[in-house]
């Protein structure tokens, strides 16, 4: 596996491989890094579908709405590499900012409907942010394939439609959410919650899979200790949205 930091040196590495000569599909796995098992399965399934695999760590500032959240948001280097390293991927770039913002964030993408409901309601400028990270990765390394996860279902879709408004030839994958043996889903801010908040985050996952109707669940994740930024449905897929211990979690249900 390789460590790179420049589109440069991606650029060198598609000559050492031979890429347009010998037809080489790649893989992309964007990622802020502090890497689980649900990364994992990303990773691995790429590595089955591609013939080389590249995973983005990147701790992207401009989707982040408090400079508080962006300081706190876990930065695991080593400990990614060697999961990395475990699941065989090939490449990772590991970028600094102004190698991804050399405009300094003027030029941005922006989705005008989707992106304003759900997580968009309560974060302005989060998805501008995602969408215009994202837009940058696809250009510079023109995967076959980018895998995502489904827990960030709003965010799937609307990288998938950014692929499709803008004629990108690069495939745009949903792999299923993988959970805790609890039921939590997986989650680099699962590491910030202390023992007595992971032990009371299953209490999420439980209710939105309860089959219990918006409000119900509204008003027992409450009594739960959550502070509820949303829970609602949208085509027949069950969102929400809380706070634990000043932890925001996100995870979605077909309903």
């Excluded at 489904?150 to 959970?179: H, N, W």
């Excluded at 009371?200 to 509204?218: D, M, N, Y």
Aim: net charge negative; charged share 25%.
């Amino acid at each position: 596996m390789k460590i790179i930091h420049t589109a440069e040196e991606w650029y060198e590495a598609e000559k050492s491989f031979g890429r347009n000569k010998n037809n080489t599909a790649v893989g992309l796995v964007p990622t802020m890094g502090a890497l689980h098992e649900g990364h994992r399965s990303l990773v691995e399934r790429s590595v089955r579908e591609n013939d080389v695999t590249v995973v983005s760590i990147f701790v992207n500032p401009v989707q982040f709405n408090s400079n508080d959240d962006l300081a706190s948001y876990p930065r695991t280097f080593e400990e990614d590499c060697r999961l990395l390293e475990t699941a065989d991927a090939d490449y990772v770039f590991a970028p600094g900012y102004a190698e991804l913002y050399p405009d300094d964030y003027r030029y941005r993408l922006t989705e005008t409907v989707l992106s304003k409901t759900l997580c968009g309601a309560s974060r302005p400028g989060h998805f501008d942010g995602v969408l215009t990270v994202v837009m940058k990765l696809l250009q510079m390394f023109r995967p076959e394939r980018a895998y995502f996860g489904e827990k960030d279902y709003q965010q799937y879709e609307l990288v998938a439609g950014m692929a499709s408004a803008f004629f990108l030839r690069t495939r745009i994958i949903a792999c299923p959410t993988v959970r805790e043996r609890s039921g939590l889903a997986c989650s680099s801010r699962n590491r910030r919650l202390s023992s007595e908040g992971l032990a009371r985050a299953p209490l999420f996952h439980r209710e939105l899979a309860s089959g219990h109707t918006v409000s119900e669940i509204r008003e027992q994740l409450e009594k739960d200790g959550f502070r509820v930024d949303y829970v609602t449905e949208s085509d027949g897929r069950l969102y929400g949205a809380v706070y634990l211990e000043d932890v925001r979690l996100i995870d979605n249900v077909e309903y």
